[in-house]
Nanobody, 115 residues
Framework: QVQLVESGGGLVQPGGSLRLSCVAS????????MGWYRQAPGKQRELVAS???????NYVNSVKGRFTISRDNTKNTVYLQMNSLKPEDTAVYYC?????????WGQGTQVTVSS
């Protein structure tokens, strides 16, 4: 079992920045990859970014050039740096950790982009 705790969400103006953090605990050595999903009300849940244990990174096209996923293995933490935020980025953001056969989810953190 892997436990994930997200933080860093909040209300920002368009063009602003936030950095989300996700701290993993439990069976951390079994994690193959970690990622960030987001879900807005009435919309389908979407994979935003992912990073594998080998360092391979992927982003959804809508955030390329604006968001950066990174990790700090000494802190068992993955980050999502979000710059140039747009209203359409408004969503609940969830951290995920993929073990070989299981995906673990965090509780979510709200990101609201509005003037």
């Amino acid at each position: 079992q892997v436990q994930l705790v997200e933080s860093g969400g909040g209300l920002v103006q368009p063009g602003g920045s936030l950095r989300l953090s996700c701290v993993a605990s439990g069976s951390i050595f079994s994690i193959r990859s970690m990622g960030w999903y987001r879900q807005a009300p009435g919309k389908q849940r979407e994979l935003v970014a992912s990073i594998t244990s080998g360092g391979t990174i992927n982003y959804v096209n809508s955030v390329k050039g604006r968001f950066t996923i990174s990790r700090d293995n000494t802190k068992n933490t993955v980050y999502l740096q979000m710059n140039s935020l747009k209203p359409e980025d408004t969503a609940v953001y969830y951290c995920t950790a993929d073990r070989q056969w299981v995906r673990d989810w965090g509780q979510g953190t709200q990101v609201t982009v509005s003037s």
